[in-house]
């Protein structure tokens, strides 16, 4: 099994900054794509930021020149760096790692339990 966990959100003013961290543990052979989406109360969650085990990365045009994502693979960690933050930023942000558990076989896709990031003043 895998556990996703993580860590960092909070409540933070418009213009402020965050940093989101997730570390996988379990039974890892390998992870792919790791990434991060979030979802407002009565939206449909959406991807915020994905980053492949070779650090391509891909983001959401609402996040673009604010947000970074970033891996340690040597960690099994992924990052994401928030700044300039505004209100409809606010929502809970889920982590995502798509994992090999057992050389030869597909990755199967986990979830964190998620983490509140609220911007308000």
């Known amino acids: 099994q895998v556990q996703l966990v993580e860590s960092g959100g909070g409540l933070v003013q418009p213009g402020g900054s965050l940093r989101l961290s997730c570390a996988a543990s379990?039974?890892?052979?390998?992870?792919?794509?790791m990434g991060w989406y979030r979802q407002a109360p009565g939206k449909q969650r959406e991807l915020v930021a994905t980053?492949?085990?070779?650090?391509?990365?891909n983001s959401a045009d609402s996040v673009k020149g604010r947000f970074t994502i970033s891996r340690d693979s040597a960690k099994n960690t992924v990052y994401l760096q928030m700044h300039s933050l505004k209100p409809e930023d606010s929502a809970v942000y889920y982590c995502?790692?798509?994992?090999?558990?057992?050389?030869?076989?597909?990755?199967?896709?986990?979830w964190g339990q998620g983490t509140q990031v609220t911007v308000s003043s």
């Open positions: 995502n790692a798509y994992v090999v558990t057992v050389l030869g076989t597909v990755p199967s896709d986990y």
């Open positions: 379990g039974s890892i052979f390998r992870i792919e794509d």
């Open positions: 980053i492949t085990r070779g650090g391509d990365t």
